[in-house]
Every structure is written in structure tokens, then in C-alpha cells.
Nanobody, 120 residues
Framework: VQLQAFGGGLVQAGGSLRLSCAAS????????IAWFRQAPGKEREFVGR????????DYADSVKGRFTISRDNTKNTVYLQMSSLKPEDTALYYC??????????????WGQGTLVTVSS
């Protein structure tokens, strides 16, 4: 499966942004999808995940209550709705497909990153 993340941009603190992860391939519905992010000078970190069915989801403490992941399997797309954005949310955001896990190693397929910049 091939993934393409888009929707990043510049937003003011407190604002909202929605990222999309579009997948190609007929096996999209077989995979859990996760979002990771990497800020400049920092390691990649887990943001959130959603199961292949969409019934289960899980978030990092740093984004819980502010970010929501959803998926539309009819459109082969997963969304990351981000609200109440903070400058520390600034990062390159990646989507990945694989097993339902918080570990990056569980995901075999990665999209290119989309940059989110939150100004104070």
C-alpha cells in the first residue's frame, strides 16, 4: 500500500488543522493506520492510531483531547483532526500503515511527511 499525507500548513496557536492520509491499494482496510511526528532536532514520536475497522483508537498523552483520528474506508483515507494547536505541535507529520501498535517498527508502509507549523 502507498500512502500520501497532506494538509499541513501554517496555523496560529489555538487554531485547527486537518491532515489527510490517502492510500492506494486494495488492502488498505487490512491495516491499522498511525500518525507519527518529528520536530526539528527531536526523535520521531507516536501521535495516535486507529484500527483497521476504525472502532479502536488511541492517542499520545500530549495530544489526547485535542486530536482525533478517523478513517473512511470507502475513500481509503485516514484523517487527523487537530485542534487547540500549540507551538510544540510543530513537526513533520507522517502516516503509516501496519499493525495496531504505538511502536513505529510495527508499521511497514510510510507516507511522506506533511509539515505543520504552529505560530505563537
Amino acid at each position: 500500500v502507498q500512502l500520501q499525507a497532506f494538509g499541513g500548513g501554517l496555523v496560529q496557536a489555538g487554531g485547527s488543522l486537518r491532515l489527510s492520509c490517502a492510500a492506494s491499494g486494495r488492502t488498505f482496510t487490512s491495516y491499522a493506520i498511525a500518525w507519527f511526528r518529528q520536530a526539528p532536532g527531536k526523535e520521531r514520536e507516536f501521535v495516535g492510531r486507529i484500527s483497521f475497522s476504525g472502532y479502536a483508537s488511541d492517542y499520545a498523552d500530549s495530544v489526547k483531547g485535542r486530536f482525533t483520528i478517523s478513517r473512511d474506508n470507502t475513500k481509503n483515507t485516514v484523517y487527523l483532526q487537530m485542534s487547540s494547536l500549540k507551538p510544540e505541535d510543530t513537526a513533520l507529520y507522517y502516516c503509516a500503515a501496519g499493525s495496531y501498535s504505538r511502536a513505529a517498527g510495527a508499521y511497514n508502509y510510510w507516507g511522506q511527511g506533511t509539515l505543520v507549523t504552529v505560530s505563537s
